[in-house]
């Protein structure tokens, strides 16, 4: 998808404008007390706002000339929400691309140039949201995208949309791979789509089947994995080193990439069970995150661990109350087999840790009970970095995918404590599973710093941020803001031990 970005650093005048079919237009607060900006149609446009509510914010009007030129605006203020920001930009960009048009203009007269930038940012991350293609097998296909240009107006400074594209690379990717029915994305079939895009971006790869997982006594993962008729499971392993030598430690990103999950032995019942195929968001945020990264080219090296399995019942599935160990000794008793990310998760993380990096961050459609603790408006982070919960809070903030840290404290462990093995692998009591399942996956990151993202936004009806699908590729955007922009990896005194 290649979408021209034109800036231009004035206002569109009444020929641009007549010359558009669509226009996105953001102006200042005070055009409700009759104070505007220079703009072309200024009566028009005041004549619609004064016709409305005086609480209306957005309105929309087909100016009287030959293209009957769409118009959606809105008043916005510099201490918008970023999070606010982006939902404002999905509903205008979501106006203007239902006839498919293959131009839009934005423009955003009178408001200060920080805000600006911020303002074309955001519309700029829904325009490429919205214009990105989604899996459909209907016999009918929706037509494609015809956006090929966005006019920017009134940006006042120029506007780098590298770091915009890649999170939009990500992000489309990580939604794509969710969007596939499970017969369509196995672990096989998610091999050679990863395969595919290592050899296109010059990445290394490494795949660890089962045979070799037995070898390794990754005996969790394997646990999970034995009853799948295909022997396609594995743990994938991707590198991205920058050109240029350097001496910094790498980033681990490690995700959840359970392709169907039946409950295993402890079977779901239909209505929970619809919608399993979605269980591997973790690896495709992992994946789409390592995809925006390398393509912006960071300055230090990342390695992506995608845990790709199935849970299936059959013969060989394990079940309630098996011992099994995991490759760094622990040995875990099965007490739920429906909780089998945290398995697969285990002995990924203790593959991703003995590479010494400088954070591990694993993302995870992990549990049920982070939906029910924050809803899917946010996602839950947990971290055994105390230092870390400021930036985490703020990245979420500043990127639109809000995150809450939750406590890990050491007494958690009371309720894991098995009387035959190292430690339980879940209750089946209930209680706070969101974070038991952390304190489970802490024992298995040695002492690395590490932030685990319970993904309980994944998947938000109608669609969250600037994000219009059901599935919104939650975490790319948040790894970024706090990877380069908090720069987190750089502080060595929050990244400490405790």
């Not at 240009?149 to 780098?160: H, I, R, S």
């Not at 779901?268 to 990264?293: C, I, R, W």
């Not at 160990?325 to 990924?348: F, K, P, Q, W, Y």
């Not at 203790?350 to 549990?367: E, M, N, S, W």
């Amino acid at each position: 998808m290649k979408i021209k970005i034109k800036q231009q650093l004035s206002s569109p005048s009444k020929t641009d404008i007549d010359a558009s079919k669509q226009l996105i237009l953001l102006l200042p607060e005070a055009i409700s007390k009759g104070k505007w900006p220079t703009v072309a149609y200024k009566k028009e446009l005041a004549n619609r706002v004064s016709s409305s509510s005086k609480s209306t914010k957005s309105w929309s009007l087909d100016l009287p000339n030959s293209n009957a030129t769409q118009v959606n605006f809105a008043t916005v203020t510099a201490e918008i929400s970023q999070f606010d920001l982006l939902t404002l930009a999905r509903k205008l960009v979501s106006a203007q691309l239902k006839g498919n048009p293959n131009q839009l203009s934005v423009a955003m007269p009178g408001l200060p140039a920080k805000l600006v930038t911020r303002i074309a940012d955001a519309l700029l991350n829904a325009i490429f949201a919205a214009s990105a293609e989604m899996p459909s097998f209907k016999s009918k296909k929706s037509p494609a995208s015809k956006l090929k240009t966005v006019l920017l107006y009134n940006q006042k400074t120029k506007f780098d949309s590298k770091a915009v594209e890649a999170r939009a690379a990500g992000n489309t990717l990580a939604r794509q791979l969710t969007a596939l029915p499970p017969n369509e994305l196995t672990p096989g079939i998610y091999h050679k789509k990863v395969a595919k895009l290592a050899k296109q971006h010059g990445w290394k790869m490494q795949f660890h089947n089962m045979a070799s997982l037995r070898k390794q006594k990754a005996g969790a993962f394997v646990a999970v994995a034995q009853a799948s008729v295909e022997n396609d499971a594995g743990i994938l392993h991707l590198r991205y080193t920058p050109k240029k030598a350097t001496k910094k430690a790498a980033c681990a990103l490690v995700g959840k990439g359970i392709c169907f999950d039946t409950g295993g032995t402890n079977l779901k019942p239909a209505n929970y069970m619809l919608g399993m195929h979605e269980d591997m968001q973790g690896s495709a945020v992992a994946l789409g995150t390592f995809l925006a990264l390398s393509e912006l080219k960071v300055d230090f090296p990342v390695d992506c661990w995608l845990a790709l399995a199935q849970n299936h019942i059959g013969p060989k599935a394990y079940k309630q109350n098996d011992v099994v160990t995991a490759s760094n000794g622990t040995s875990i008793e099965v007490m739920h087999t429906d909780a089998e990310g945290r398995m697969v998760l285990a002995d990924t993380l203790v593959f991703a840790a003995k590479k010494k990096p400088a954070l591990i961050i694993d993302y995870a459609t992990l549990t049920g009970c982070c939906v029910v603790a924050l809803g899917t408006n946010y996602s839950g982070a947990f971290t055994n970095r105390d230092g870390l919960h400021a930036d985490i809070i703020q990245a979420g903030k500043d990127s639109g995918e809000r995150v809450w840290p939750f406590p890990i404290d050491a007494d958690y462990d009371e309720d894991l404590e098995s009387k035959i093995a190292d430690t339980k692998q879940c209750t089946v009591s209930g209680g706070p599973d969101h974070i038991q399942a952390s304190r489970f996956l802490q024992l298995f990151v040695d002492d690395t710093p590490w932030c685990h993202v319970d993904l309980s936004a994944g998947n938000h009806k109608g669609g969250l941020a600037h994000i219009s699908t059901d599935y919104t590729g939650f975490g790319v955007g948040f790894t970024l803001d706090l990877l380069l922009d908090k720069k987190v990896l750089d502080k060595p005194k929050i990244l400490s031990k405790n």
